[in-house]
């Protein structure tokens, strides 16, 4: 007679190595795009899952006897650490809308957005063509590797069913954000610059000569010099990109490291 006693033993801490991979299919970038189908990333979640599970120390692969009320809390905590991870990774490419967003209300492009699928929201043309910049980049540095490399480390610290007491620190969230607002702010700083300049010409033109009608003209003249200044600034807006996604990436792994 079969007996399933071996496999009914590993059902549990399986469904919890699913939750803490689910947990980072939530917001990492790529693995969280809303445009992939939701049965895709949940069949590819247990197919990593399965991958990984072997891989385990057999001390972590056997809980305790557990109930649907001690398996609730389990599961939750299993899936915020794969979601710290993802969310970590995810702050300076969502930073780089707010700097598509200033970029464009100063163009006068506020009025053109269209759909993000990676948001599942509305943005600016120039906050999406930056997002796909830095989604590039961050394949290109091998950020999914990092982000799975991470969630394995942790398993050293917070073991199957375990408990860290730093699985989200703020304090990192609050510093992985400041600098994310920080790049925004660079990578929109040239065309920023170059309207600021061109309202000052336009107010003096205006001024001096008032039979011109600068204000039929200014709405055009803004889009093209500020389309003009991104062409211009792109390789500095990449280098400003990269070279944040390359210290979030380090924060990643560290955290993988450290937790727990």
Do not use: W
């Amino acid at each position: 007679m079969i007996s399933y006693e071996p496999i009914l033993s590993h059902v549990v801490p399986f469904m919890l190595v699913v939750a803490r991979l689910g947990g980072l299919f939530l917001l990492a970038p790529i693995l969280g795009n809303r445009f992939l189908p939701a049965k895709f990333r949940a069949l590819l979640v247990v197919m990593l899952a399965a991958a990984v599970y072997p891989g385990l120390s057999s001390t972590v692969q056997h809980l305790p006897e557990t109930t649907l009320l001690t398996l609730a809390p389990l599961i939750v905590t299993e899936t915020l650490i794969g979601f710290t991870i993802g969310f970590i990774a995810c702050l300076p490419i969502m930073c780089l809308d707010l700097a598509g967003y200033v970029m464009g209300h100063q163009m006068g492009l506020g009025l053109a957005r269209v759909y993000n699928p990676h948001t599942a929201m509305d943005t600016d043309i120039l906050g999406q063509l930056l997002m796909f910049i830095a989604l590039g980049t961050f394949i290109a540095l091998g950020g999914l590797e990092v982000l799975f490399v991470s969630l394995l480390s942790t398993y050293q610290g917070v073991p199957i069913g375990g408990v860290g007491g730093g699985v989200a620190p703020l304090d990192l969230v609050v510093g992985v954000l400041s600098s994310g607002v920080e790049m925004a702010a660079r990578v929109a700083a040239p065309v920023v610059c170059i309207v600021f300049l061109l309202m000052i010409s336009m107010g003096f033109i205006m001024k001096t000569m008032p039979q011109i009608n600068i204000l039929s003209v200014g709405f055009t003249v803004k889009i093209l010099f500020g389309v003009g200044m991104v062409a211009a600034a792109i390789g500095s807006m990449h280098g400003a990109i990269q070279g944040e996604l390359e210290r979030v990436l380090n924060v990643v792994l560290d955290f993988g490291r450290t937790v727990g």
